[in-house]
């Protein structure tokens, strides 16, 4: 492409200013026309010009404020402290002495905070709420949610299979958590589990531990259907298997719900609550599946054995 040149052919002279008139050196300039020279200017001093100044430079010129701390909150979690100190109450006058506050601000403290239901007053004593108890119950469960998941991880990597925690809650299965890795991936949930507990070890396992009752309620509301060749045909086929088990009978499962798979599950039982510990391998690898569920079953021993492990997580 051609390149136009948009210079212009003769640059511009700059232009010119007005000045004083020249006069010809030979030439007697009158004295009126002669310039006067200008009187000298007074210089006056003024302030320098501001200039902007950078964020750490404003941060390190200026003083920091305090840290804002809400002090009504912090004498409110004192005066919680001191009364979950006293498993039989205490009156206000005490819990203001032992949190050093003037009487009448523990009063109006005490009285917010049973209105909002973290404390209660029984003849004169004040005693932890239902929401206070609600607070340290989340907090507990968390933990136990925490050292659960961190116990599946574990036993995942030592023992090289995928490994599932469910439970058996207001009628449904569900699989609570599932700790698998790229090596040993998870079984595919291709059907819902919670539909097709009658197929797969998980759900025989919590099935077997129900009564006969509860067993037909699940099985009338999620009927039984073959999901491959060797699933179970009907629902009584599966009432006389269950019946045959033992209470805490470890579970194995071979291809009934995913071809090219097979499951054992292993019984926990607290309380009322159903629950299980499950592992998956491919078919091809059916031979660890002993062995590997055996190990299971002694870790989940040791960890119900150490940890009061509330299973409703």
Request: with cysteine; aromatic share 4%; net charge neutral.
């Amino acid at each position: 492409m051609a390149t136009v040149d948009t210079a212009p052919v003769e640059p511009h002279a700059p232009p010119t200013q007005p000045g004083p008139p020249t006069w010809p050196s030979s030439v007697a300039i009158p004295a009126q026309l002669r310039p006067v020279a200008a009187p000298p200017r007074q210089r006056t001093a003024t302030a320098p010009e501001p200039q902007p100044e950078s964020a750490a430079t404003l941060i390190g010129s200026q003083p920091q404020p305090a840290t804002t701390l809400i002090g009504s909150v912090q004498r409110a979690m004192r005066l919680l402290e001191s009364v979950a100190a006293h498993e039989h109450g205490a009156p206000a006058k005490q819990l203001a002495r032992e949190t050093g506050l003037a009487l009448p601000t523990a009063y109006h403290l005490l009285r917010t905070l049973v209105h909002e239901g973290y404390l209660r007053r029984d003849k004169g004593l004040f005693f932890l709420g239902e929401a206070a108890e609600r607070l340290s119950r989340s907090g507990a469960q968390e933990k136990r949610r925490s050292t659960l998941v961190d116990a599946l991880a574990a036993w995942r990597d030592s023992i090289g299979v995928p490994v599932y925690y469910a439970m058996y809650r207001d009628g449904e299965i569900e699989v609570m958590c599932v700790s698998d890795s790229p090596g040993n991936p998870a079984v595919e949930e291709w059907a819902d589990f919670r539909e097709t507990g009658h197929a797969h070890a998980i759900g025989q396992c919590l099935l077997a531990q129900l009564d006969e009752d509860a067993r037909r309620d699940h099985l009338d509301r999620y009927p039984a259907r073959s999901l491959t060749p060797y699933t179970v045909r009907d629902g009584h086929s599966l009432l006389r298997r269950l019946d045959r088990m033992r209470r805490m009978e470890l579970v194995v499962e071979r291809q009934e719900y995913a071809l090219g798979t097979v499951c054992a599950a292993i019984p926990i039982t607290l309380g009322s609550t159903a629950a299980t510990m499950a592992i998956s391998l491919p078919s091809h690898q059916a031979d660890r599946l002993p062995a590997a569920a055996r190990e299971l079953q002694i870790e989940v021993g040791r960890l119900l054995g150490s940890l009061a492990l509330s299973i409703s997580i």
